[in-house]
């Protein structure tokens, strides 16, 4: 079996498939864990905004919670605090609260009991205490341990396998495509698109901040298909510092931060921790996560024997260990947790 992509979401596949007993090669041009999953807040978090999507994130969040992580991996359980700044967002609180068992209304009060830091004003929140945040690299390399990795690319697919950059032909009975935005090179009728993304980075301040931190616009930014926005998400890591985030963007195909929309998405964070803009900001870079129109992943058969594993955006990290499992159980004849019918590539036939 042969495997492009060793991001998060291949090393996953990988795994999944080892453990089912097939024999994979993995090729990636870069790095482990390099891409979207590099360009990642590590975030393993449960989101609704549709009924597959909540599917597909609880059911990896139970998988990650399955999984005896290494230390490097960074993992925390840190919850998620969904930041309501107004009578119309605790709204959003209190249906969003109806559909997570695990999660907790808190009120303005208990809200800054729970995080100190926020401005003055706001509504309250919803504490999701189940989701965590990891170090997404580490974990692409220790789903990875066990996996022949070779270092190149899928120069083109063959009705046997593919040809590899380098000129080599791989014999494969089935290839799987989870190389986020670089599938379309290799399949390009299928509708993923670039979607580019800025992260800043502080440096230490053990105590700041306890959880993570989403304004409940978010939603409307990460999965709305504006040409440009962005968002309060800010995160906390086990090192002290602080992860911040989170902007979209079409359109632009450079690796090159934009000054002007990080400083838009740094100002969101401000006004929500005005504190934050006396911290020291040491390193900020751009990624891109593969979209699609839905806002769903592409996950299962492309052909007999190509089946794809893209558009994952930025739920790649959370929903890489659902991706796997679903393919490894088409692999081997079992009925999958959970229905797979709303992420078949076959939906944009």
């Known amino acids: 079996m042969l495997i492009a992509g060793a991001g998060i979401v291949g090393a996953a596949i990988a795994a999944a498939l080892r453990e089912a007993g097939a024999k994979c090669l993995v090729v990636e041009p870069g790095i482990v864990g390099g891409g979207a999953t590099a360009a990642g807040m590590g975030h393993v978090v449960v989101m609704d905004d549709s009924p597959a999507q909540l599917a597909l994130t609880e059911y990896s969040r139970h998988l990650w919670d399955a999984l005896p992580l290494p230390p490097n991996v960074e993992r925390e359980h840190r919850g998620t605090l969904w930041v309501a700044a107004d009578a119309e967002e605790m709204a959003e609180v209190r249906r969003k609260h109806a559909l997570y068992p695990a999660s907790e209304i808190l009120d303005s009060q208990a809200l800054y009991e729970a995080e100190p830091e926020l401005r003055p004003g706001l509504a309250g929140g919803l504490l999701v205490s189940g989701d965590s945040v990891l170090y997404a690299p580490c974990a692409a390399a220790w789903l990875l341990r066990l996996s022949a990795v070779r270092y190149t690319a899928i120069e083109t697919l063959t009705p046997d396998g593919a040809r590899l950059a380098d000129g080599t032909p791989v014999s494969a009975g089935l290839t799987i495509l989870a190389c986020g935005t670089g599938i379309t090179r290799l399949l390009p009728n299928l509708p993923v698109k670039p979607r580019k993304g800025h992260l800043a980075i502080t440096d230490r301040y053990p105590g700041f901040l306890h959880h993570q931190l989403v304004e409940l616009g978010y939603l409307k930014s990460a999965h709305g298909h504006a040409s440009e926005s962005v968002a309060f998400n800010v995160q906390p890591r086990s090192t002290g510092q602080l992860l911040i985030g989170s902007s979209r963007q079409y359109g632009d195909d450079s690796s090159a931060v934009r000054p002007e929309l990080l400083s838009r998405m740094l100002r969101r964070a401000v006004e929500y921790m005005p504190r934050l803009v006396d911290l020291q900001v040491i390193r900020t870079w751009t990624g891109f996560r593969a979209a699609t129109p839905d806002s769903l992943p592409l996950i299962g ?49």
Do not use: K
Request: proline share 12%; charged share 20%; with cysteine.
């Open 301 to 349: 058969p492309y052909s007999d024997r190509v089946w794809v594993a893209a558009g994952h955006e930025g739920l790649g990290i959370t929903t890489s260990l659902g991706t796997a499992r679903l393919l490894a159980d088409r692999y081997i004849g079992q009925p999958p947790a959970i229905p797979c019918d709303p992420y078949l590539p076959e939906r944009f036939a």
